[in-house]
């Protein structure tokens, strides 16, 4: 009894060094097997990775461009400057347009505000784009727009700010550019306001008429697109209609003006942290 227990002892460990031995090279094997693994998955991350090293290099050469430093050309150049480089959405308004012409040059009956506002919301839409915002326009060409849509184009788009341009009448003598925002006197709507009339005001007017709040001749009431529209905005009055001086100016300045809107618009998107540059 006690001899047989010795053996069934001794027999046992010969198999379990066995088995041990057996195992040792399965481990080997699999240890080989993941090592391997292992090189491989790191040689495909490093390949990753130069793929986004050239990426980024693409995007740093696109915000070059478009804080207007020396141009860096890349083969990859025509798709990054196809995309947009901020996320800025801004409404630029024509006031009226089609059957409704709006202000009528009392001395020249075929001069109407409606083809002046275009033009310069045009240009102003070119110089935004320049700078990489996105740019609904809410008509760019001679077609009738509600100021219901207006307001629903801009609030459907979720766009962060509105700009309108008008050109002013007066039964009289009256000249200048003046800036309209909501009478709540909101911070924002009231920075973009004064953000434009500054520039405007160095780009050449014949008189400042100040940010006003409210409606001419109602401070208690609003227009439309400053009352409806979700985002900061303000309407620009620019220049009379009656008034030959403001006329001139508007033709010799268009693309001052277009200019200073635009700036005055990017201005107030980095105060108010819209944009990061
Ligand atoms: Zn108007």
């Not at 060094?17 to 693994?37: E, M, N, T």
């Not at 050109?167 to 550019?177: H, I, K, S, T, W």
Request: proline share 2%.
């Amino acid at each position: 009894m006690e001899q047989r227990k010795t053996t069934v002892k001794k027999k046992k460990y010969r198999i379990l060094w066995h088995r041990v031995i057996i195992a040792l090279i399965i481990l080997a094997a699999v240890i080989g097997v993941v090592i391997w693994g292992i090189v491989s998955i790191i040689s495909a991350i490093a390949g990753a990775f130069s793929d986004d090293d050239s990426s980024s290099a693409k995007d740093a050469a696109a915000s070059v461009e478009s804080s207007s430093a020396p141009v860096v050309t890349s083969s990859r150049e025509p798709e990054s400057s196809s995309q947009p480089q901020v996320k800025l959405k801004v409404v630029v308004d024509a006031g009226h347009g089609g059957k409704d012409a709006g202000a009528i040059n009392p001395n020249d009956e075929t001069h109407f505000e409606k083809d002046d506002v275009l033009k310069l919301a045009l240009l102003v839409e070119q110089r935004l784009k320049e700078k990489g915002v996105e740019v609904i326009m809410t008509r760019d060409e001679d077609v009738f727009v509600t100021l219901d849509n207006r307001c629903i184009i801009a609030n459907e788009a979720k766009a962060d700010l509105f700009v309108s341009i008008h050109r002013n009448l007066y039964d009289g003598e009256a000249q200048g550019v003046e800036i309209w925002v909501n009478n709540k006197r909101i911070e924002a709507d009231t920075l973009l306001g004064q953000n434009i009339m500054d520039g405007l005001d160095a780009a050449g007017i014949s008189r400042n008429r100040g940010v006003n709040f409210g409606f001419i001749g109602n401070p208690h009431v609003n227009y439309q697109v400053n009352r409806e529209t979700d985002m900061p905005s303000c309407l620009i009055e620019l220049g009379f209609m009656q008034d030959e001086t403001d006329n001139e100016l508007f033709d010799k300045n268009c693309e001052k003006y277009a200019t200073a809107i635009a700036d005055g618009i990017w201005k107030t998107a980095k105060e108010l942290g819209l944009v990061n540059s």
